[in-house]
């Protein structure tokens, strides 16, 4: 019974997301490589020469949901900047960066996530608390407009501070990094959208997704080490094979011993 319990809530928790995502429409790439858009972005941070564009910034996104979304734009200085940026399945962008001391004394920054939101200057929030920052595009009624919803996702342990003023969002991250000392920063923008125009589930789907993202990081793609230097999120042990296989040989012997008392008695 446990066990069909078990297979139950499994199949539920990856078909309930699949039927509550039928009905959105699809995030297109728009993340700038300095020379086109796709879906991905790996290189250094900074901007192209001629043009002054943000490397890895998303533009538009769809349906407008973004103006430029996804950069630093103050406080890198003389630090060394990688970044690592996606379109991941179900609308989620994804922002890693990584910041390298490359100097001989420590250096103390205020790093500065930027994006420039769709809406043009009327954004409605709709929920600004412990990391996320959920908004649509105001259409002058206090209703969503036709821009997605946005959940955007800054890290669960307080060390990055979000604003939105009025569609421009800046999240600052004070740090510190000593000589040859890396340090990664996660953010991410899930956008919701029904086919037919924002709705109000829409927003506690933003709303549900953003909470996810807090508390479960979508981290495939990342290296181990890229995830241990994650500086803006708490993230939960993640258990090794070995010692998964240790658990699993584990309950088979607590399985045999409680089969073989059965029997006995």
Do not use: K
Request: net charge negative; charged share 10%; with cysteine.
């Amino acid at each position: 019974m446990f066990m069909q319990r078990f297979i139950a809530a499994a199949a539920a928790a990856v078909l309930l997301p699949l039927a509550a995502q039928a009905a959105q429409f699809q995030a297109t790439p728009g993340i700038f490589d300095g020379a086109s858009t796709g879906s991905q972005y790996v290189g250094p941070g900074g901007n192209t020469p001629l043009a002054n564009q943000a490397l890895g910034q998303v533009m538009d996104a769809g349906d407008g949901a973004f103006d430029a979304f996804g950069f630093y734009n103050g406080g890198v200085g003389s630090l060394a900047q990688q970044r690592q940026v996606e379109l991941l399945s179900g609308n989620v962008y994804r922002f890693f960066d990584s910041f390298t001391n490359t100097g001989n004394t420590s250096v103390s920054t205020t790093l500065n996530f930027f994006g420039n939101l769709g809406s043009d200057g009327d954004e409605l929030v709709h929920h600004a608390a412990g990391g996320l920052l959920v908004s649509c595009e105001n259409d002058g009624t206090d209703a969503c407009g036709s821009d997605p919803v946005l959940a955007l996702v800054s890290g669960n342990n307080g060390l990055g501070q979000a604003t939105l003023t009025p569609d421009r969002y800046n999240v600052s991250f004070e740090v510190t990094l000593a000589p040859g000392q890396t340090l990664s920063l996660l953010n991410y923008a899930f956008l919701a959208r029904d086919v037919n125009g924002p709705t109000a589930a829409d927003v506690s789907f933003a709303i549900a997704t953003g909470q996810g993202l807090l508390t479960q990081p979508l981290l495939q793609g990342l290296s181990r080490q890229q995830i241990d230097s994650i500086a803006n999120y708490t993230l939960a042990p993640v258990p090794e094979p070995a010692t998964w296989a240790m658990v699993l040989v584990g309950l088979g012997v607590v399985g045999a011993v409680s089969r073989r008392g059965r029997r006995r008695s």
